[in-house]
C-alpha cells in the first residue's frame, strides 16, 4: 500500500506538481537529472466527475484537503534505520518541498491539519493526535510523523 500525506485548511489549497526542474518551458518534460525530475504531486479532494468534494478522512475538520504521496517522505520508525546514502538526496528534497507548501499554508490560513496515513486506513483510529505551533517547527524532519498521526497546526 501507498503511504499519503493529507493536509487540511479552512482555505483552498495549492494543487499541482512542486519541484521539478525541467530543464526548460519548450522542453517540460526533460530533466538533467533524476534529482530535477523529484517533485511532490498535491491533489485536492473534488471530484470532477461528479462535481462534489469529498474528505479523504474523517478525522478532518476543515473541507479544503490536498494528499500527496511519496516514497521519499519517511515515517518516524523510518529514520532509525540505516538510510541509503543514495536516497538521501531525493529525501531531503521532498521534506523541504513538503516543509514550503505547509509554511505556505498555514501562513495563508492560520491552521491546518496534517496527517499521514496508508491508502485506505484513513478512516482507522489515530496512533497519536496533537497541537503544534509553526514556530516549534525548525527543521523539515520536524514534520516526519508517525503512520495514522494528525497534527492540529497553528501560526502562533
Not at 523541504?96 to 492560520?110: M, R, V
Amino acid at each position: 500500500m501507498t503511504q499519503y500525506v493529507y493536509i487540511a485548511s479552512p482555505m483552498k489549497l495549492p494543487v499541482g506538481s512542486f519541484g521539478d526542474k525541467p530543464i526548460s518551458a519548450d522542453k517540460p518534460n526533460v530533466y538533467e537529472s533524476e534529482l530535477d525530475f523529484t517533485s511532490l504531486y498535491f491533489e485536492n479532494n473534488y471530484d470532477d466527475e461528479r462535481k462534489t468534494r469529498f474528505s479523504y478522512s474523517p478525522h478532518f475538520s476543515f473541507k479544503h484537503q490536498v494528499s500527496v504521496a511519496s516514497n521519499y517522505i519517511p515515517l518516524a520508525h523510518e529514520l532509525h534505520r540505516k538510510r541509503h546514502k543514495s536516497t538521501i538526496p531525493f529525501e531531503d528534497k521532498c521534506m523541504k518541498l513538503l516543509y514550503s507548501y505547509l509554511e505556505e499554508a498555514i501562513h495563508a490560513s492560520g491552521r491546518i491539519e496534517y496527517f499521514t496515513s496508508l491508502n485506505g486506513q484513513e478512516h482507522l483510529p489515530l496512533s497519536n493526535r496533537k497541537s503544534v505551533h509553526w514556530n516549534e517547527i525548525k527543521d523539515p524532519y520536524d514534520l516526519v510523523l508517525n503512520d495514522l498521526e494528525l497534527w492540529e497546526m497553528t501560526i502562533y
